[in-house]
Nanobody, 116 residues
Protein backbone atom coordinates (compact mmCIF):
# COMPACT_ATOMS: atom_id res chain seq x y z
CA UNK A 1 0.00 0.00 0.00
CA UNK A 2 1.42 3.35 -1.04
CA UNK A 3 1.39 6.12 1.51
CA UNK A 4 2.64 9.69 1.31
CA UNK A 5 2.44 11.31 4.72
CA UNK A 6 2.96 15.05 4.91
CA UNK A 7 3.93 16.99 8.00
CA UNK A 8 4.91 20.53 8.88
CA UNK A 9 1.61 22.34 8.52
CA UNK A 10 1.37 25.69 10.16
CA UNK A 11 0.41 29.31 10.32
CA UNK A 12 3.06 32.02 10.03
CA UNK A 13 3.37 35.76 9.54
CA UNK A 14 4.53 37.17 6.23
CA UNK A 15 8.28 36.79 5.94
CA UNK A 16 8.27 33.67 8.06
CA UNK A 17 9.47 30.17 7.21
CA UNK A 18 8.10 26.66 7.27
CA UNK A 19 9.47 23.28 6.33
CA UNK A 20 7.20 20.61 4.94
CA UNK A 21 8.13 16.93 4.90
CA UNK A 22 6.64 14.03 3.02
CA UNK A 23 7.52 10.49 4.01
CA UNK A 24 6.80 7.85 1.38
CA UNK A 25 6.24 4.14 1.81
CA UNK A 26 5.19 1.36 -0.52
CA UNK A 27 7.16 2.66 -3.51
CA UNK A 28 10.71 2.46 -4.80
CA UNK A 29 11.27 6.03 -3.74
CA UNK A 30 14.50 6.62 -5.63
CA UNK A 31 12.75 5.78 -8.92
CA UNK A 32 10.03 8.39 -8.50
CA UNK A 33 9.99 12.06 -9.32
CA UNK A 34 8.81 13.87 -6.21
CA UNK A 35 6.97 17.12 -6.16
CA UNK A 36 4.96 19.57 -4.13
CA UNK A 37 1.73 21.06 -5.41
CA UNK A 38 -0.63 23.51 -3.79
CA UNK A 39 -4.25 24.48 -4.08
CA UNK A 40 -5.66 27.72 -2.79
CA UNK A 41 -9.41 28.22 -2.26
CA UNK A 42 -11.17 28.69 -5.57
CA UNK A 43 -8.06 27.94 -7.59
CA UNK A 44 -6.68 24.97 -9.46
CA UNK A 45 -3.93 22.82 -8.05
CA UNK A 46 -0.56 24.04 -9.26
CA UNK A 47 2.97 22.72 -9.26
CA UNK A 48 5.20 24.42 -6.71
CA UNK A 49 8.42 22.47 -7.06
CA UNK A 50 9.60 19.11 -8.28
CA UNK A 51 12.77 17.08 -8.11
CA UNK A 52 12.97 14.49 -10.86
CA UNK A 53 15.10 11.37 -10.67
CA UNK A 54 18.68 12.28 -11.47
CA UNK A 55 17.85 15.79 -12.52
CA UNK A 56 17.84 19.28 -11.10
CA UNK A 57 14.84 20.65 -9.23
CA UNK A 58 12.43 22.97 -10.95
CA UNK A 59 10.22 25.63 -9.42
CA UNK A 60 7.19 27.72 -10.17
CA UNK A 61 8.23 31.28 -10.97
CA UNK A 62 6.26 32.54 -7.99
CA UNK A 63 8.46 30.65 -5.51
CA UNK A 64 11.89 30.80 -7.14
CA UNK A 65 14.49 32.08 -4.73
CA UNK A 66 12.22 31.51 -1.72
CA UNK A 67 11.46 27.78 -1.72
CA UNK A 68 13.84 24.85 -1.88
CA UNK A 69 12.88 21.27 -2.59
CA UNK A 70 15.16 18.42 -1.60
CA UNK A 71 14.95 14.67 -1.29
CA UNK A 72 16.64 12.12 0.94
CA UNK A 73 16.46 8.75 -0.78
CA UNK A 74 17.83 7.00 2.29
CA UNK A 75 14.86 8.23 4.32
CA UNK A 76 12.28 8.06 1.51
CA UNK A 77 11.45 11.66 2.27
CA UNK A 78 11.05 14.85 0.28
CA UNK A 79 11.19 18.29 1.86
CA UNK A 80 10.02 21.75 0.96
CA UNK A 81 11.78 24.59 2.74
CA UNK A 82 9.71 27.73 2.41
CA UNK A 83 11.25 31.07 3.29
CA UNK A 84 10.00 34.64 3.05
CA UNK A 85 6.43 33.39 2.93
CA UNK A 86 3.76 35.64 1.50
CA UNK A 87 -0.01 35.68 2.02
CA UNK A 88 -0.44 34.39 -1.52
CA UNK A 89 1.40 31.22 -0.50
CA UNK A 90 -1.58 30.29 1.65
CA UNK A 91 -2.91 26.97 0.36
CA UNK A 92 -3.18 23.27 0.98
CA UNK A 93 0.13 21.71 -0.04
CA UNK A 94 0.20 18.22 -1.52
CA UNK A 95 3.08 15.83 -1.91
CA UNK A 96 3.22 13.94 -5.20
CA UNK A 97 5.15 10.88 -6.33
CA UNK A 98 5.26 10.21 -10.04
CA UNK A 99 6.73 7.32 -12.04
CA UNK A 100 6.88 8.59 -15.63
CA UNK A 101 3.13 9.38 -15.37
CA UNK A 102 2.41 5.64 -15.25
CA UNK A 103 1.91 5.68 -11.50
CA UNK A 104 1.06 8.84 -9.60
CA UNK A 105 0.31 9.12 -5.91
CA UNK A 106 -0.80 11.98 -3.69
CA UNK A 107 -0.55 12.80 -0.05
CA UNK A 108 -3.53 13.92 1.97
CA UNK A 109 -2.50 17.57 1.94
CA UNK A 110 -1.30 19.92 4.64
CA UNK A 111 -2.49 23.46 5.30
CA UNK A 112 -0.12 26.41 5.14
CA UNK A 113 -1.50 29.78 6.19
CA UNK A 114 0.40 33.05 5.89
CA UNK A 115 -1.26 36.05 7.47
CA UNK A 116 -0.53 39.00 9.66
Amino acid sequence: QVQLVESGRGSVHPGGSLRLSCAASGIEFSNYAMGWYRQAPGKQRELVAAVPVGSSPNYADSVKGRFTISRDNAKNTVYLQMNNLKPEDTAVYYCNADFFTIYTYWGQGTQVTVSS
